[in-house]
């Protein structure tokens, strides 16, 4: 495909609905880049967490973010690009509750916003990027070329998570894991900087009684057809 052509796909939705994994299979399948936003704010969140930062107090959030360095490296051991902080790959440890359960609060903060955003942006300037979040259609990309919001129910959402964390050695019960989706939707949907919305010409993708394939196949059709 030449890259005129390629054009950016920005990906919103609910946490747990499926996007992470349609966002790389459609864009493995674009052959495009796959930019994890998620990962991003899960990243910055650790870093505070690791350094003992109180993430109720902005200043101090603010002044750690020059010491945050971020960056997607290819991991040798499954073939992936997983999020590099400070010159470490940490995809393992961005997926625990505690991380989960503290990334929208700190996604919240207009600094780490702002951070991330600038980052975002400029990542996306050559186009041939899939790009998923929580407001990559309506801040991030606002011009984006094909806007797709994704949703599932709460529990089925719960449900595909814990298999997640199961299948990566975390036992979770299956109510701390839909309570925690179910803070985190609230959290997202009400803050004040960039909240979690459908952008206007966003194409909305219930999930909730697809399998993978199906989903990824109506993503796939739909940048085809915005592609051409």
């Known amino acids: ?15 747990g609905c499926g996007k992470s994994s349609t966002a790389k299979a459609l864009a493995n399948k674009l052959d495009y880049i796959y930019i994890d936003t998620g990962a991003m704010y899960r990243a910055v969140t650790l870093y505070l967490l690791q350094h003992n930062i109180p993430i109720d107090n902005q200043q101090e959030v603010e002044k750690e973010l020059s010491n945050v360095h971020l960056s997607f ?38 600094a780490v916003r702002h951070f991330l955003v600038e980052q975002q942006q400029a990542m996306g300037k050559q186009k041939g990027i899939v790009m998923d979040g929580r407001d990559i259609g309506t801040v991030v990309f606002p ?56 952008a206007d010409d ?19 059709q739909l940048a085809i057809d915005a592609i051409q």
Do not use: W
């Open 1 to 15: 495909m030449s890259s005129k052509n390629k054009i950016v796909i920005a990906m919103d939705g609910h946490a």
């Open 73 to 110: 490296a290819h991991n040798p051991s499954n073939g992936r690009k997983e999020i590099e902080l400070n010159g470490m790959i940490v995809e393992e440890q961005i997926r625990t509750l505690n991380v989960s359960s503290k990334v929208s609060k700190v996604s919240s903060i207009p």
């Open 143 to 198: 011009d984006a070329e094909l806007k797709i919001f994704m949703t599932a129910s709460a529990e089925v959402r719960a449900k595909r998570r814990q298999l997640e964390m199961e299948e990566k050695g975390q036992k979770v019960a299956f109510e701390d894991v839909l309570n925690d989706l179910v803070s985190r939707d609230k959290e997202d949907s009400s803050r004040a900087e960039s909240p979690l919305k459908k």
């Open 202 to 220: 966003a194409i909305e993708v219930d999930t909730s009684n697809c399998t993978f394939e199906e989903q990824l196949d109506k993503v796939y």
